[in-house]
């Protein structure tokens, strides 16, 4: 554009010095329609701006996560005159919609009673609320000498929900093998009941063989039984943004989200009395006993928004435990953690408490084609003073916990 602008400059002054040297009407006519020319231009695109019709839709607004959401744009040139080029801008970001084409930028030169419409497929590849659609519309000049931003669409919504993750006794039990202790207890076993055979892994216990099996098979095959977790368990999940891009930000969250789902759908199956406690402008708590109530913590999960209030975390840990006679389990989803929380995770693991952090490998993501940078001391000095600290991974409908 500023090209063009000094070319017309260029022109404007060859057109003035053509009339002053060699008068006459051919240089006269010259001067004034290179005069006329950037008027010319603004009329048109008023034309333009306040002629074309413009409309967007999408046929859900709420969907799960890797669902398709058929979007649709619709323009309209309902005058019998050519209008000034336009460019269409789509909203969001090619990181969340790589796999939708979404953002390839449309020029159009709308002819006079015609209609352009475009269908594009978006793929929700990560959990949260955002936009979709149309950003604006920009009006350009045949010369680009100057343009105006068309915002009047309505602004098109979506949410997409976590994916729900398995979280089985024996991942537990698979990824603490190098420790005694675990987020949950396992001790009340209806051994007249199994829920699945698996194959054997170094531990398990000798009378959960499945003896007759495994002579078939010829490898160990162990019996999974249904059981109780007889622990009461808070779980906190830290909604405190890190410093990351907004794109980062999406990946991060819906990596603890996703966590904290198949967690709660976990303890909540096997009828543990579960506490789930986040931060949305107040502290906000919900609780559930059964299977039935996992619904509720699902619904709560995928609406759940992250903000950039500093220190809501630590201030939501210290007033929902202090009461120090009420023991249980805390499980903290976090993806970073300042030494002002680390600090207060000292204090309730002195106070008593079974105190367990649920992070990501932060430093081994690649997002957008960039590292994240995190500092990782205080998760080392948790762990050096025996916090228990677990990574997630998920694979094949699977959330796995590792011991850090």
């Not at 010259?30 to 701006?49: D, Q, R, S």
Request: one cysteine or more; aromatic letters at 14%.
């Amino acid at each position: 554009m500023r090209r063009n602008f000094f070319i017309y400059i260029g022109a404007l002054a060859a057109s003035v010095i053509m009339a002053r040297l060699r008068p006459g009407f051919v240089s006269t006519m010259i001067f004034y329609m290179m005069v006329c020319l950037p008027i010319a231009e603004l009329v048109m695109i008023g034309i333009t701006y306040f002629s074309f019709k413009v409309s967007h839709s999408i046929n859900k607004r709420t969907v799960v996560k890797g669902e398709k959401v058929a979007y649709e744009l619709a323009m309209v040139n309902p005058t019998f005159l050519l209008f000034a080029p336009l460019q269409v801008y789509y909203t969001g970001s090619d990181l969340l919609f790589q796999k939708s084409n979404l953002h390839e930028n449309n020029t159009l030169l709308m002819y006079p009673f015609s209609r352009e419409q475009f269908e594009k497929e978006i793929r929700c590849d990560y959990r949260g609320s955002y936009y979709v659609g149309v950003e604006r519309v920009e009006v350009q000049g045949f010369f680009r000498f100057f343009y105006f931003d068309y915002t009047g669409m309505e602004t098109l919504k979506i949410l997409v929900h976590p994916n729900i993750h398995e979280l089985k006794a024996v991942n537990f039990q698979h990824a603490l093998s190098e420790s005694t202790e675990s987020i949950v207890s396992f001790d009340k076993f209806d051994k007249s009941v199994f829920s699945e055979l698996r194959t054997y892994q170094p531990g398990d216990p000798l009378n959960k063989i499945h003896w007759k099996l495994s002579a078939r098979l010829g490898e160990l095959i162990t019996k999974e039984y249904e059981g109780n977790v007889n622990n009461s368990t808070k779980i906190f999940v830290n909604t405190e943004a890190t410093h990351q891009s907004y794109e980062q930000n999406i990946v991060i969250e819906d990596y603890l989200i996703e966590g904290a789902v198949a967690l709660s759908k976990y303890l909540l199956k096997n009828n543990t009395p579960t506490e789930m406690f986040w931060y949305n402008n107040q502290s906000m708590r919900l609780r559930g006993e059964h299977e039935k109530d996992f619904k509720s913590f699902y619904e709560a999960l995928a609406l759940m928004r992250f903000s950039e209030e500093v220190g809501s975390c630590k201030k939501m840990l210290i007033e929902e435990t202090s009461n120090q006679y009420a023991q249980c389990v805390i499980v903290l989803f976090t993806a970073h953690v300042t030494p002002e929380l680390s600090e207060v995770l000292y204090r309730k693991k002195r106070q008593g408490y079974e105190v367990n952090l649920v992070t990501l490998k932060l430093n081994e993501l690649v997002i957008g084609g960039k590292d994240i940078e995190m500092n990782t001391n205080p998760i080392y000095r948790l762990m050096d003073n025996g916090i228990r600290v677990y990574h997630m991974t998920f694979e094949e409908g699977v959330c796995r916990l590792e011991v850090a």
